[in-house]
Nanobody, 124 residues
């Protein structure tokens, strides 16, 4: 089992930045893909970004590419999502997820473990 705990959400004005963190515990952090998803009110959960252990495979949703950066500190079992140039449409609950594989995926059903979510609200 892998436990994931997110932090770093909050309220920010459009154009601002936030950094989300997700710390894993319970098993090795190695050789698993870490991802971020988000779900806005009334909408389906959508993929944001994913990164493998080594950083060779990094995926971004088209809507966030160039604005968001996913990174990992494997020594701290932590994955980050640096969000810049935030827009009101980025408002959502952001979820950290882990996939027990070495290749990334944009499909939420391919992730085995999930955090509880952290709210990000971007005001216009």
């Amino acid at each position: 089992q892998l436990q994931l705990v997110e932090s770093g959400g909050g309220l920010v004005q459009a154009g601002g930045s936030l950094r989300l963190s997700c710390t894993a515990s319970g098993r090795t952090f190695r050789d698993i893909v870490m991802g971020w998803f988000r779900q806005a009110p009334g909408k389906e959960r959508e993929f944001v970004a994913a990164r493998d252990w080594s950083g060779v495979s990094t995926l971004y949703a088209r809507s966030v590419k160039g604005r968001f950066t996913i990174s990992r500190d494997n020594n701290k079992n932590t994955v980050y999502l640096q969000m810049t140039s935030l827009k009101p449409e980025d408002t959502a609950v952001y979820y950290c997820a882990a996939r027990g594989a070495t290749d990334g995926s944009t499909n939420d059903w391919e992730y085995d473990f999930w955090g509880q979510g952290t709210q990000v609200t971007v005001s216009s």
